[in-house]
């Protein structure tokens, strides 16, 4: 019975839970990340073993973690009918020991770790957050979110400018508020933006529903989006009552690859892939090379990854235009 407890294949994929819990709170969780996915859908019961650890973990992170000797001695073939029980404790130790892992490398982690709070990106800087479930959100200069984070679902709301969200693939849904307009995911990347003209949604990967409120002339609905597909709901519903605009019907590819090509060539095909857009402040920048791959869909990463190649700098407009331009001489 015991070697069943320990060496099963129940216990080998629980253990894995334990070991991906670890990894996705620690400081390279964001490298972890994809190997985690194939990891979580390649069987329902990966699935399931990580969707029950994450809500012992969830109740583990209010208490106080107690270490775990190194030290621990495996009990004799004279153990008797202390067996099981040593072995199950012994189990119940590993779990708090992945437990006081996880919490520990949190702490240490720069991580943002939130469960309530409001976040705001300066007029001229964008801001990263982590969020405590492992989800990602990057708010472009001006931008301020609202988050809240409870057992039954992750909420966010988008009050003012533009957020990129790479959701954390978990049971609870990911909500996004924005001005009435309600995106639902649960593993994907996707970026809404607030404007005088309504409420954008694009999706980068994966699948999301959006919702939006009713009017008088057009009932509410809920529509599904795929990987390339935008969706515009005005801040006026048109008197027509016709619903939102859903544009880009085919994937946008994962990533974009650029092999010894002008900047302004590249820039060109990256505003192809995103409403928001790249100037080019200076003419004579136009002709520097650019090579390696980017994102499709991530403009800001792909400005601010040019710039630091190119010794330049992103700026942005009061429209959100971003612009690459040499830096002042000093």
Not at 37 to 44: F, G, N, S
Not at 123 to 137: K, N, P, Y
Not at 314 to 325: E, F, I, K, T
Request: proline residues 6%; hydrophobic residues 40%; positive net charge.
């Amino acid at each position: 019975m015991m070697r069943w407890l320990l060496g099963g294949r129940r216990e080998k994929v629980r253990q894995q839970a334990s070991d991906w819990i670890a990894k996705l709170n620690g400081p390279q969780g964001d490298v972890e990340r994809a190997a985690f996915e194939r990891w979580y859908r390649a069987d329902p019961d990966h699935a399931a073993a990580y969707d029950r650890l994450s809500v012992i973990f969830e109740a583990s992170s209010q208490i106080r973690a107690v270490p775990v000797s190194a030290g621990l001695e495996r009990p004799g073939p004279g153990a008797g009918r202390y067996a099981f029980a040593a072995a199950a404790a012994g189990v119940c130790i590993v779990l708090l020991g992945v437990a006081a892992l996880v919490l520990r490398q949190t702490t240490l982690s720069p991580a943002i770790d939130v469960q309530q709070d409001v976040f705001a990106a300066g007029d001229s800087a964008s801001r990263t957050l982590r969020l405590a479930d492992g989800s990602q959100v990057v708010l472009s200069p001006g931008s301020q979110l609202h988050v809240v984070l409870d057992r039954g679902e992750r909420r966010l709301t988008l009050r003012r400018g533009e957020g990129r969200f790479t959701v954390f693939h978990e049971a609870r849904p990911f909500i996004v508020l924005a001005q009435g307009t309600r995106v639902t995911a649960r593993g994907t990347q996707f970026v809404v933006r607030l404007d005088s003209r309504g409420t954008r949604v694009s999706l980068i990967e994966g699948r999301i529903e959006v919702s939006y409120p009713p009017s008088a002339d057009r009932p509410e609905q809920l529509i599904s989006l795929t990987a390339g597909q935008q969706l515009m709901v005005p801040a006026q519903p048109p008197p027509s009552g016709e619903g939102p605009d859903v544009t880009g019907t085919s994937p946008q590819p994962a990533m974009i690859d650029f092999d010894d090509v002008r900047l302004a060539q590249a820039v060109e095909q990256v505003n192809r892939q995103s409403h928001q857009q790249i100037r080019l402040a200076d003419a004579a920048i136009a002709d520097l090379r650019v090579t390696g791959a980017f994102r499709a869909g991530d403009v800001e990463g792909f400005a601010r990854s040019v710039a630091s190649a190119l010794g330049l700098e992103v700026s942005y407009d009061a429209a959100g235009m971003l612009w690459l331009r040499r830096p002042p001489a000093r």
